[in-house]
Nanobody, 115 residues
Framework: QVQLVESGGGLVQTGGSLRLSCAASGSIFSINFMGWYRQAPGKQRELVAAVTSGGVTNYADSVTGRFTISRDNAKNTLYLQMNSLKPEDTAVYYC?????????WGQGTQVTVSS
């Protein structure tokens, strides 16, 4: 089992920045995929950014150049640095980690970007 605890969400003005954190505990040695998803009201959950155990990153087109995913293996923490935020980035952001057999989700953290 893996437990994920997110933090760092909040209210920010357009153009501002936030950094989300996802602290993982438990059987994290089996994790081979880590990502951030978001879900806006009335919309489906979408992948924002991901990184594999090999360090390969992937970003949604809408956030490329503005968001950066990173991880600190020593702290078992996944980050999402979000710059140049826009009102359309407003959503609940979820941390996601996967192993071959299982998938884990954080509780979500609200990000609100005011215009």
């Amino acid at each position: 089992q893996v437990q994920l605890v997110e933090s760092g969400g909040g209210l920010v003005q357009t153009g501002g920045s936030l950094r989300l954190s996802c602290a993982a505990s438990g059987s994290i040695f089996s994790i081979n995929f880590m990502g951030w998803y978001r879900q806006a009201p009335g919309k489906q959950r979408e992948l924002v950014a991901a990184v594999t155990s090999g360090g390969v990153t992937n970003y949604a087109d809408s956030v490329t150049g503005r968001f950066t995913i990173s991880r600190d293996n020593a702290k078992n923490t996944l980050y999402l640095q979000m710059n140049s935020l826009k009102p359309e980035d407003t959503a609940v952001y979820y941390c996601n980690m996967r192993s071959v057999r299982s998938e884990y989700w954080g509780q979500g953290t609200q990000v609100t970007v005011s215009s």
